[in-house]
């Protein structure tokens, strides 16, 4: 089971710990979804999801300021001694006296933020659903090509890093080389990232490691990466059909997402980096709505029905 640190969602989102006598390391959270606790704080229990991030925005807020103090510090006390991973206080609100000392007593982490509720819940959504999203890693190099996620696989010393590298000269960017960690965020979106020992290096052999964030500068590097198409590159095969029209397209498949892939047979003299950008721009150009290989076939259709007449 995926989890994500407390102490790292506190750093990316800039939260405040508002007792900061209740450590928050240690701390993990499991799931992506988050509780607005209003009907809990109003002493309704059932069906209480403690294992999500607990979020009090303007309206709880209010209500609390107004309950009576004796059904509050009940209501306070049941919600702060369930296995909660944290509070979080939206739109500059923050916890009274007796919630600070429930906090202290159960050890239940208070946080504030000055984003508005629902500006706070998209962005912890989101960025839980990246963090604990699937995730598997693979052998392969993921490139940014005119905005498009290109990974690319083969089998080891075919030529991956060497056609990144001339992808970067040409002014596009390096995600990660040699394993690619893909998260699934959605059944239509897969992310790639690099693990983060081996971020921004490349390994080209004869040479070595060479660091491409000191080479190329900041703009040659990306951190993650929409995966939209996969190129496999495999050694020229003499006695195989490769498709030379583009009218069936094959895919490949991630974490049960399927991804278009083309098959680019090896051989002296090709230059890979065209290759790959021309599919890269081909690509978004069929999801534009023009396929350069159906409007080929069209013609060919036009022409033997124009000679028949």
């Known amino acids: 089971m ?17 007792v900061p006598e ?5 701390i993990e959270i499991i799931s992506s979804e988050i509780n607005r606790p209003a009907l809990q704080l109003a002493g309704y229990f059932e069906h209480f999801s403690s294992e999500r991030v607990q979020i ?3 309206v709880e807020y209010s209500y609390l ?18 296995e909660i991973p944290c509070v979080i206080y939206a739109s500059k609100t923050e916890p009274d006296e007796q919630m600070i000392e429930l906090a202290q007593k159960y050890k239940r982490p208070l946080l504030v933020s000055e984003r508005t509720t629902s500006s706070l819940m998209a962005e912890v959504i989101r960025w839980l659903n990246v963090e ?14 005119y905005g498009e996620g290109v990974l690319i696989m083969g089998e080891s010393g075919i030529g991956k890093s060497e056609t990144a590298l001339e992808l970067l000269k040409r002014g596009h960017r390096l995600i990660t080389d040699d ?6 965020v959605s059944d239509d979106t897969l992310v790639g990232t690099s693990p983060e020992i081996t971020r921004h290096f490349i390994e080209l ?15 040659s590097v990306k951190k993650t990466q929409t995966i939209n198409m996969v190129i496999k590159l495999e050694e020229w095969d003499k006695d195989k059909e490769y498709d030379r029209l583009g009218l069936n397209e094959e895919y490949t498949e991630f974490l049960g997402n399927k991804i278009v892939c083309y098959s680019i047979p090896i051989r002296p003299g090709r230059n890979l980096a065209v290759i790959v950008e021309s599919a890269a721009v081909n690509h978004r150009q069929k999801n534009m709505g023009y396929n350069a290989a159906q409007e080929l076939y069209r013609r060919v259709q036009d022409s033997i029905n124009r000679n028949k007449h």
Do not use: W
């Open 2 to 18: 995926q989890t994500v640190s407390l102490n790292k969602m506190i750093e990316k989102l800039e939260l405040k710990n508002i």
């Open 22 to 26: 209740v450590s928050t390391d240690g």
């Open 56 to 58: 009090i925005g303007y």
């Open 65 to 82: 300021k107004g309950l009576d103090l004796e059904v509050k510090m009940k209501n306070y006390e049941r919600f702060m001694s369930s």
């Open 132 to 145: 604990l999203a699937p995730c598997i890693s693979i052998h392969g190099v993921l490139v940014d090509v």
């Open 179 to 184: 394993v690619v960690e893909i998260r699934k």
């Open 205 to 219: 052999r004869g040479i070595g490691i060479i660091d491409v964030k000191t080479l190329y500068g900041v703009e």
